[in-house]
């Protein structure tokens, strides 16, 4: 019985790593109401996160620090001495407003033929349906401490489960007030400086305002 | 024929029984020994009543145990002078002179007593008489001054001189002729008054006297602050002028400042501009004041400021800036009388807030004049801008107080003021949350100026003065010499 139970938990293990994403994933946020979108890039390789937001020609890149718990964010403008400024902030530091949901149901469904996980909650705004991979094993918990606004981290965390969103919309009175759609998922591996702060960007020194 | 009795008589029989000796005739004198005062006095042991005839004085003498008395005298110490003065007339024009001088020369004769000298008169207002080293013990001179101010009616005035010594008593009699000055009345309101051109009175080279009368509540003001009120103008520097002022002499306030450039602050604000003078001297003067000589208040300093932003550079941004926020500015209050404010006007280049001005008032005019307020702003409305993920929010502040103007003769207020901005970059990242990129609070320059200079009440400009007494309510503003 012992034997089974490890060789069980061998197997799991596998399949857990077997699981492990590392790519690119595109989403695209609107609001519907202001017609306001942007394009979200996550890059992930394993429990590391890079966070992309993409405006226009603008980028504003967010490194989540899970290790020394900051967060570290740049943009693609240089400033007006040529040079690219980033800032770091402890996590501390971030005035959070986290969303109140209840969760209604959660239930098997399809995402682009892939099997895929639905929940839907009750949120502030409207009922909240959430589409997830486990396929991309993402610990919500832990990305809950920096992205804690974030509706679609924390209905996966309800439910105690891991992966990651693939789509989002909040509806009210049958109307979809808000969408998260996914453009593309691509597995590729990834070079250890994406997720770091390039070496030629130098720390903004805010006392440099006067 | 010689009687041959205790008494002796001469061309009579029968001397009087009083007399030991009786003189009688109708056509011969009794003749006294005739001596020099020397050979008078060296007659030794004098018996008492010894009588000689001094050849000197040709004044019989006898000696009374003491000293040769004069028939007259009573005793040895009895006063005796003479006295003269140095001119019977004397006249006060009251231009190039105010008093008449007489010298009384006096010389006593005899006696151990001062001669005292008094002049006796009957003078109008505005004349006196002073008499000095009025005691002479045995010889000097004391001098009669006679004073004519130049409120004094003409005329012609006796006086006598009476110089005393114990009994004896000197009579002498003097005139002194006081002539007219021209006379100036002033009964209505007039600016800018040269007294010279204005009344067509004799310029340099022909020294006047002059009486100007300014009439009860009669207003006369300067028109600028270049212009004096009233000025003597091109009388003559040996002229006269006695001014009885019942009215007002009211200079010009200085105008409020205006704004300087307010995108280029380093360039100096221009001061609130002084107020002009009331009363200009250019020859002697008496003053009868009992009116307001008042000189012009300045005019009041201004402020401003822009807020200028940037450039920065700043994470997501890139550059914030530079961009000006606001600009602002207030203007001086003008100084009595009349100063004017000048209109606060924006600079005209491109801002990204407001412009906000606000203007001083002007001054009011008159002796009761109020001198205006200078403009004053507050302001603290935040400014919000969005880039990209960054809310951008400055919350100015702004406190500007114009100086106000002066009153008369006072100096316009300073402006004062303060300006900054509060910089609140806010990072709003999806997903995550609000993050502070900026927090920064940073103080404006600003441009200030000062008040102008109170004007001079009166620029003495060196000429003498007469019965000009400072300080004086009356007088509001320097009295400058």
Redesign the interface.
């Known amino acids: 019985m012992i034997k089974n139970i490890f060789l069980i938990s061998i197997c799991l293990f596998t399949v857990s790593i077997s699981y492990a994403f590392e790519g690119i994933i595109t989403q695209v946020?609107t609001d519907v109401n202001t017609k306001e979108q942007?394009t979200?890039v996550w890059y992930i390789s394993n429990d590391v996160v890079r966070?992309d937001?993409v405006?226009g020609e603008?980028t504003?890149t967010?490194l989540p620090d899970f290790k020394n718990l900051t967060?570290s964010?740049?943009?693609n403008?240089?400033?007006?001495?040529g040079?690219?400024?980033?800032?770091t902030?402890s996590i501390s530091?971030?005035?959070?407003?986290a969303p109140k949901l209840r969760v209604l149901e959660q239930t098997d469904s399809k995402y682009n033929d892939k099997d895929a996980k639905e929940v839907k909650l009750m949120s502030s705004e409207g009922l909240l349906v959430v589409q997830y991979l486990n396929t991309i094993p993402m610990n919500m918990k832990n990305m809950l401490t920096?992205?804690?606004?974030?509706k679609e981290?924390q209905a996966i965390s309800l439910v105690g489960d891991s992966g990651f969103p693939v789509s989002s919309v909040i509806m009210t009175n049958n109307e979809a007030i808000y969408t998260l759609t996914t453009k593309s998922i691509v597995e590729k591996s990834l070079s250890e400086s994406i997720f770091k702060i390039p070496s030629n960007y130098k720390l903004?020194d805010?006392?440099?305002?006067? | 024929m010689l009687s041959a009795k205790a008494q002796v008589g001469i061309n009579i029989l029968d001397p009087d029984s009083s007399a030991v000796l009786q003189l009688e005739s109708t056509d011969r004198g009794f003749a006294l020994p005739r001596l020099t005062t020397t050979q008078m006095n060296a007659i030794q042991n004098p018996l008492k009543s010894l009588m000689v005839y001094n050849t000197e004085d040709s004044l019989v003498r006898y000696w009374n145990g003491d000293c040769w008395l004069k028939t007259y005298q009573k005793t040895c110490t009895e006063c005796e002078f003479v006295s003269s003065v140095n001119q019977g007339s004397a006249v006060i024009d009251r231009t190039t002179t105010d008093t008449a001088y007489f010298e009384v020369q006096i010389t006593k004769l005899n006696g151990v007593d001062s001669i005292t000298t008094v002049v006796l008169s009957s003078l109008p207002n505005g004349m006196q008489v002073i008499v000095e080293n009025p005691k002479v013990d045995s010889f000097g001179i004391t001098t009669i001054k006679v004073y004519a101010n130049i409120w004094a009616t003409p005329g012609n005035y006796p006086l006598i001189i009476q110089s005393v010594c114990g009994q004896n008593v000197y009579f002498q009699g003097v005139n002194v002729t006081v002539l007219p000055c021209l006379q100036v009345n002033i009964a209505s309101p007039l600016t800018d008054v040269d007294l010279q051109s204005d009344f067509s009175l004799p310029g340099v080279g022909t020294p006047v006297c002059v009486i100007v009368h300014v009439f009860n509540n009669v207003d006369v003001s300067a028109t600028t602050t270049n212009q004096y009120a009233m000025t003597w103008g091109n009388m003559d520097p040996l002229s006269h002028v006695g001014l009885l002022h019942e009215g007002f002499l009211i200079a010009k306030g200085g105008n409020g400042a205006a704004l300087g450039n307010l995108l280029n602050l380093a360039t100096p604000f221009q001061n609130g501009l002084p107020g002009g003078d009331a009363l200009n001297l250019t020859c002697r003067t008496t003053f009868d004041l009992q009116g307001g000589v008042y000189g012009g208040g300045g005019g009041g300093g201004a402020v401003g400021t822009s807020l200028a932003i940037g450039?920065?550079?700043?994470?997501?941004?890139?550059?914030l800036g530079p961009f000006i926020l606001l600009e602002a500015g207030v203007t001086g209050g003008g100084g009595v009388s009349g100063g004017i404010a000048q209109t606060a006007s924006s600079s005209g280049g491109i801002l990204l807030g407001p412009s906000l001005t606000d203007d001083g008032t002007d001054a009011t005019v008159g002796p009761n004049a109020v001198p205006g307020v200078g403009g004053v702003l507050a302001y603290s409305i935040p400014l919000s801008l969005s880039a990209?993920?960054v809310t951008i929010t400055v919350t100015p502040f702004v406190s500007l107080d114009a100086g106000d103007g002066g009153s008369f003769g006072q100096q316009g207020g300073a402006a004062s003021g303060s300006a900054g901005a509060t910089?609140l970059a806010t990072?709003q990242?999806?997903?995550?949350?609000?993050?502070?990129?900026?927090?920064?609070t940073?103080s404006a320059s600003l441009g200030l100026s000062q008040g102008g200079a109170g004007g001079d009440a009166i620029d003495i400009n060196g000429n003498t003065t007469i019965n000009l007494i400072t300080p004086n309510f009356l007088i509001k503003g320097d009295v400058t010499p």
């Open positions: 946020y942007k979200f966070f937001i405006s603008e504003v967010i967060l964010y740049f943009g403008k240089a400033g007006a001495d040079v690219n400024y980033y800032s902030s530091e971030v005035k959070v407003n920096y992205f804690a606004e974030s981290f903004f805010p006392s440099t305002i006067k | 450039p920065f550079n700043v994470p997501i941004i890139g550059q990209s993920v910089v990072v990242i999806p997903f995550i949350g609000n993050v502070n990129l900026i927090n920064q940073f």
